[in-house]
């Protein structure tokens, strides 16, 4: 009889834990952050961000050492971590003693908000724990499980290459001579590109270097440097036109700490002896598990963990119904999401039987719960071996190419993706078309079914009850056979399909087909085999031309797709079925010399083959300043990469705290009739359940006060909270949150800003821009054209979701709010009048955010009145952390917006009359719809005299969440309604779209439709569009890309310069001012509040700088601890690129009064330190506390009469970006993107330069992956997280990214602090560069298939949106015609 521990053992960061009572429904994120190691984040809960990355070791007893992965913490079930040991980004090292990984992310800015960089560090760290000498491609493939919002991912890969070179992975030595180099490594030239000494294309700083010069070099010999002419920009290193980023970027590398990978720690050889079965018998020794569970509310009851396959096999047979487990990538989501669950679970992971691999004579047999991280090795493994039998190998090799990330293959099984029978499985049209077959086992034998045989319908399959996978054998492939895999999915990293696919082809020695199969997936309910398709194939002579057109017609016939297909994307999908009948007929025919298939043709048909990215920055020297300016890194950066920066939901639990949840809205508009807290009250733990009438205070807020904390008659979208569950713990809250039940009266409901036009459900107000006679400009135009533009929603993505923790202080209405906001006066008033308290009894906290992007400027404010409510009803603290779905679900995001336009303009292309109506999906309310809008119409100019002018904005109503602030706040869409209406102006005209932006380009002195002139000191589109037409070698890189688009036909390429203005103030004009309180402290160091708070922008690290700079004291001296409005009073939102001007001068101003009142002390004690001045004042009784204040000069505008000053300046830039274009399934490859930024004189230049890749980076998502979109019978939305919602990750960067800093021609004529621009912002809109660039390479497509027509393209520009555009005869094929489109679709854009 077996005999069963109860408890599991397993290490942490080195030291050994044993629980014996397991929490079976806890993951190991969960275990770990509630011992206090919270470096480890909670991002999205379905292993789709990274955030929670950790290393989990393993001792392989078979190769007789431990080995290393990546796992997503927050699905990795607790109790699977018996015999394992995991490290956390704590366990590298400390703020203090960085580990080089640590140190290299933060000294080259590859952190700014901090929350996803505990997660990269992970992944790094464990690839170099693998593999201490990877390439550069194997350091960017090891982060494809990790996604980052903020840095736009190129600091973070630069930082990681480092350890792709072993005299940067040995750091950097200084010698006496004070110089930094590398060990045994010489330096030769001077690091520029163009190098006369090297010639060599320049990527990185040498560490050779300090302060860009070599101690070899001739550079340190001549004053005029060692280039003498060398070509570009970046000149040389001695010359006053050097490109300082690379001097900054060794002073830097000046500080690496050497990598030694024989210094890490070893595996702990108890646990070695633990899993050998060798521990002795006072030790604790390894068993099979049986562990139960003590916890009434627990879900899991218990767990088995056989060790056997004879022991899975009886547990099964006396469970028949226990859900099986290996990654729990799968059941970890159905648990979490679905709320599915599973009492009795079983372990397979550490089962060997179920691993094996062997080789047959005609094939071989894996076991099913092989990784697909070793099943990848193992593949390739076979096709090297096996060159002439790989092809079915080397086709599941390609499935896996794109199969999720690090994290989910190093733990998902070949196992569970065969018994899931998911319809879009990767690997089950590989099994179908190769013929695989699986061994099925249970205790009363086996047997072997054809996976043909497997899959039943929608997620059935042929296991019986008792009955487990085995194994699965794929076959050798045979001489004349052609296996491929394909697939297409929203995102090509980590993401999954849309539509997936495997052919295969044997022909005989005439040529004719004498096998063939198709196998898809996201066709039907099930993987299916396309028989008619593989019935046309059979007989006939495989290159026959005409076979290729029954081929896809077969494809056609057999698949095609109903308008209301679960899923949605009918045509799109049926084209993409279609398509890779194509692709396989090319690749095959090439492959086996039938046909007249030419090599570049086939070789269109092919996944692009990766290439590492890299960038390039470019900024001059600050000369005048000893701070300001400089690149120097996040104040933070150290604590975020080790771990040690907190944020809301790391603080620990004050007193009894208490966890709330929400109870969502099932309806988008409803009347709510009755809650009933009955159930959910009697359940353990629960507290308290509030309703509307639980609010002591106002249930109104909002800026237009048309909006309730808690609804009391009717909720407007889907998720809306109705009430609130306060309970023990989360669990216990989310759990009582699903049994409180609310009775609806459903009403009507409008989703999409279309409908709501047609429908006139519009707020009332107007803004409307009207210059000249536009009737009669239209009239005298020699061209008139109109249309509509659209633009979609954007979620922010920020990686750490909205959440607060209320602490009551317990008397006088006290309330402590900590709070991830970015408007800490908001929360604080608005909690007060939610209370029925005077504001000054509430505190509001914000330490830093993990983003925001203008998210958590208004909406972040709900949650914590939420939270608030809370607390004063319990008198505990509660805490209330939103799941990343419920977080998108309420939230609200990017506004989309809709505009019908005329415009007039002469034949070659230059404005005359503009009529524009805009208008904006705001949601149920208000909130900052209004400013969102008047930003909108207020940039529909972008940078182009527009002629006269009659623009009209409207803010539609919908059952939506209410839209609000997002980076560029309505500037971004405004700007491209104008140059999507200029493109289709471009193609009706025959003029290049370049042309027309640069004729009707403004100049200095030109007046907008908001009536401000551009004035010359603060007008330089113009100057930047020439310097980089010149420097990006426009016209000859247009001829190379002619010349490419001619010679190819299923792949094109496309190029797009786009400019942009964004306007520097808010809208809003008393928020235009700032303030500050700065204290010096007897000892010299320095206690800096401000009104900004920090969420990764960088805002601290200048308001220390300038700081710094005005007192005149090393950086280090300054300590900015939290935004709170008990040190920073009335303060207005961190938001509107304006953060920086206002506050930064606020600090300025406190500085300089404390500056003056020490200067008499500085001037007597000319060598004393600053800790003795300071004293010394003190000791004087002079006054070493001062309150600052600025508030921005001329701004006031009036909508109504279009007078005074909207925007106290422009921040402006110009990007040109090259794209490639894959025409058969509309993936694309950004290959380069240039930037030119005018950020005036940058506070920080290394700063700057990673906001403006971010902001591109977002802009680029918003553009093309990031697709909102809901349910239109249900008002639900759909992409509710990672899985399904694709931001940009770190391989959908451009390949080649080069930006650079404008230094402005008059450095001191803005009248800001110390002349820097605001960049947050600003930015964003140069990823739509990205979108043009696409539409460049589908008009070459439409050109080659012969349409004419001008092109209308929405954005984003989907896979989908640019594969139809294309409009080919497979296109066409598959159109639904408009007659049967009947029946409600599957999903909307709003």
Known sequence: MTVFGTGILFYVNGTQVTIDDVDLD????????????????????????????????????????????????????????????????????????????????????????????????????????????????????????????????RPILDAAKTFANDAWKAGANVGKDGIARAPETESKGCGIEGCCQTKKAFSLPDPARVNGVSEASDCAKTSEGCCKGAKGSEGCCKTKDANWALVEKSEAVAKFRAYDATQEPIFPPFLARYVRGETEPTEAQRRELHLRTTQDDAQCTQVFRPLTLDSLLAIVKEHPTAKLVAGNSEVGVEIKFKRTQFATQVYVGDVPELRTVERCADGVEFGVNITLARFGHELQTLSRE??????????????????????????????????TASPISDLNPVFLATGSVLTLVSASGSRRVPISEFFLGYR????????????????????????????????????????????????????????????????????????????????????????????????????????????????????????????????????????????????????????????????????????????????????????????????????????????????????????????????????????????????????????????????????????????????????????????????????????????????????????????????????????????????????????????????????????????????????????????????????????????????????????????????????????????????????????????????????????????????????????????????????????ATDIVGRVCRTNTQSNTAFRSFGGCQGMLMTESMLCELADHINVPIEHIRRINMYNAGDVTPFSQPLVAADWNVPRMWDQLEREASVVARRAEIEEFNRTTQFRKRGLAMVPTKFGISFGVKHLNQGMSLVHVYMDGSVLVAHGGTEMGQGLHTKMAQIAAETLEVPLSTIFISETATNTAANTSPTAASASSDLNGYAVYNACKVLADRLRPYRERMHDASFAAIAKAAYLDRVQLSEAGHYATPDIGFSWAENSGLLYFYFTQGVALAEVELDVLTGSHTTRRVDIIMDVGRSLNKAIDIGQIEGAFAQGQGWCTTEEFLYSPATGRLLTQGPGNYKIPSALDIPRDLRVSLMEPEQPNALKTIFSSKGIGEPPLFLGASVFFALRDAVMAARKDNGVERPLHMECPATAEVLRMACEDDIVELTRIPHGQRQGVPFAVRI
């Not at 770990?32 to 292993?47: A, D, N, P, Q, W």
């Not at 076959?475 to 495997?502: L, M």
């Open 26 to 153: 806890m993951t190991l994120l969960q275990y770990l952050r509630s011992t206090g190691l919270t470096g480890t984040k909670l991002g999205c809960g379905e292993g789709g961000c990274g955030a929670c990355t950790v290393m989990v070791s393993t001792y392989n007893v078979d190769l007789g050492r431990p080995t290393h992965a990546t796992a997503n913490a927050c699905l990795y079930p607790l109790y699977a971590m018996d015999g394992k040991h995991v490290v956390t980004v704590e366990g590298l090292g400390s703020a203090k003693h960085p580990h080089p990984v640590q140190q290299r992310i933060a000294l080259l800015h590859g952190s700014q908000c901090g929350f996803c960089t505990p997660g990269f560090v992970m992944s790094l760290y464990t690839l170099l724990r693998n593999n201490p000498n990877p390439s550069e491609l194997d350091i960017e493939e090891c982060f494809d499980g990790n996604l980052c919002r903020c840095t736009g991912y």
């Open 386 to 419: 096996l060159p002439e039998q790989s092809q079915c190998y080397a086709a599941l090799l390609e499935a896996l190419r794109f199969f999720a990330g690090n994290q989910i293959r190093n733990v998902a099984t070949v196992a569970g993706n065969i018994a």
């Open 460 to 947: 059935r399959t042929a296991l019986a009850q008792g009955e487990i996978l085995h194994k699965v054998f794929v076959p050798h492939s045979r001489p004349r056979e052609i296996v491929r895999a394909f697939k297409q999915a929203k995102r090509k990293d980590d993401d999954i399909a849309i539509v997936t696919c495997a052919m295969r082809v044997r022909v005989d020695d005439a040529g004719r087909v004498e096998e063939a199969a198709y196998a898809f997936g996201g066709m039907a309910p099930t993987t299916v085999l396309a028989k008619s398709v593989g019935a046309a194939s059979v007989g006939t002579a495989w290159g026959d031309a005409a076979l290729l057109g029954q081929l896809v017609a077969a494809c056609h016939a057999e698949l095609q797709l109903a308008y209301t297909v679960p899923g949605g994307m009918a045509e799109y999908r049926t084209a993409l079925a279609c398509s890779f009948v194509r692709k396989f007929w090319t690749l095959s025919c090439a492959a086996l010399g039938s046909g007249d298939i030419e090599p570049h043709v086939a070789s269109e048909m092919e996944e692009d083959a990766r290439t590492v990215s890299h960038g390039q920055q470019a900024y001059e020297r600050v000369s005048d300043r000893a701070i300001v300016g400089h690149g120097v890194a996040h104040v933070s950066a150290l604590q975020q990469t080790t771990g040690e920066a907190r944020y809301i939901d790391d603080m620990p639990a004050v007193g009894a705290e208490l966890h709330m949840a929400l109870v969502p809205s099932a309806h988008p508009h409803a009347h709510v009739l009755k809650v009933d807290s009955t159930e959910a009250l009697g359940m353990a733990g629960v507290k308290c359940v509030l309703t509307h009438e639980d609010v002591p205070g106002s249930n109104i807020w909002n800026i237009f006060r048309d909006e309730e904390l808690l609804p009391s008659r009717t909720v407007h979208h889907v998720g809306q909270p109705v009430a609130l569950v306060v309970a023990a713990t989360q669990r216990q809250a989310q759990a009582a949150a699903q049994r409180v039940h609310v009775t609806y009266e459903v009403l009507p409901a409008v989703l999409t800003v279309r409908d709501a036009v047609a429908q006139g459900a519009l707020f009332a107000e107007e803004r409307k821009l009207v210059r000249g006679d536009v009737d009669a400009a239209l009239a005298a135009s020699d061209v008139t054209l109109s249309g509509t533009s659209y633009c979609g929603a954007q979620e922010h993505f920020y990686l750490e979701t909205m959440g607060a923790v209320a602490v009551p202080r317990g008397e006088n209405g006290e309330m402590d709010l900590y709070a991830s906001t970015q408007n800490p006066t908001e929360v604080q008033m608005v909690c007060a009048e939610a209370l029925g308290v005077p504001a000054a009894r509430i505190v509001c906290h914000v330490k830093r955010m993990g983003g925001g992007f203008g998210g958590k400027e208004s909406r972040s404010v709900l949650v914590s009145t939420l939270a608030a409510l809370g607390a004063q009803h319990t008198g505990r603290s509660v805490r209330l952390v939103l799941d990343r779905d419920v977080d998108m679900q309420i939230s609200g995001q990017r506004h989309p917006f809709y505009a019908t336009w005329t415009v007039g303009a002469t034949r070659t292309g230059e404005l005359r009359a503009l009529r524009m109506r805009l208008y904006s999906n705001g949601g149920f309310s208000h909130d900052l719809s209004l400013g969102v809008l008047e930003r909108a119409v207020s940039h529909v100019d972008n940078c182009y005299r527009l002629g």
